[in-house]
Nanobody, 123 residues
Framework: VQLQASGGGLVQAGGSLRLSCAASGGTKYRYAIAWFRQAPGNEREFVAAISRSGGATQYADSVKGRFAISRNSAMSMIFLQMNNLKPEDTAVYYC?????????????????WGQGTQVTVSS
C-alpha cells in the first residue's frame, strides 16, 4: 500500500485543519493507520491511530479532545480533524500504516510511511 498525506497549511491559533491520507494499492483495508508528527529539532511523536476495522482509536494526551481520526467506509481515506490548534502543534505530519488481523489492537510500530505535510500554527 502507498500513502499520500495532504491538507497541511498555515493557520492561526484556535483554528482548524483537516489532514487527509490517501491509501492506494494493495489490500488497503487490512491496515491500521496512524498519524505522527515531527517538529524541528524534536523526535517524531505519535499523534493518533485508528484500527483496521475503524472501531478503535487512540490519541496522544496532547491532542485528546482537539483532534479526531477517522476513515471512510472504503478504507481508502484516513482523516485527521484538528481543532483548537496551538502553536506547539506546528510540525510535519506523517501518516503510517501497519498490516494487522481484523481483531488486532492498534499497533505500536508502523512500517509503511507516506511523505509529510507541513502544519504551521501562528500565535
Amino acid at each position: 500500500v502507498q500513502l499520500q498525506a495532504s491538507g497541511g497549511g498555515l493557520v492561526q491559533a484556535g483554528g482548524s485543519l483537516r489532514l487527509s491520507c490517501a491509501a492506494s494499492g494493495g489490500t488497503k483495508y487490512r491496515y491500521a493507520i496512524a498519524w505522527f508528527r515531527q517538529a524541528p529539532g524534536n523526535e517524531r511523536e505519535f499523534v493518533a491511530a485508528i484500527s483496521r476495522s475503524g472501531g478503535a482509536t487512540q490519541y496522544a494526551d496532547s491532542v485528546k479532545g482537539r483532534f479526531a481520526i477517522s476513515r471512510n467506509s472504503a478504507m481508502s481515506m484516513i482523516f485527521l480533524q484538528m481543532n483548537n490548534l496551538k502553536p506547539e502543534d506546528t510540525a510535519v505530519y506523517y501518516c503510517a500504516a501497519k498490516s494487522t488481523i481484523l481483531s488486532a489492537p492498534i499497533p505500536v510500530d508502523y512500517d509503511i510511511w507516506g511523505q509529510g505535510t507541513q502544519v504551521t500554527v501562528s500565535s
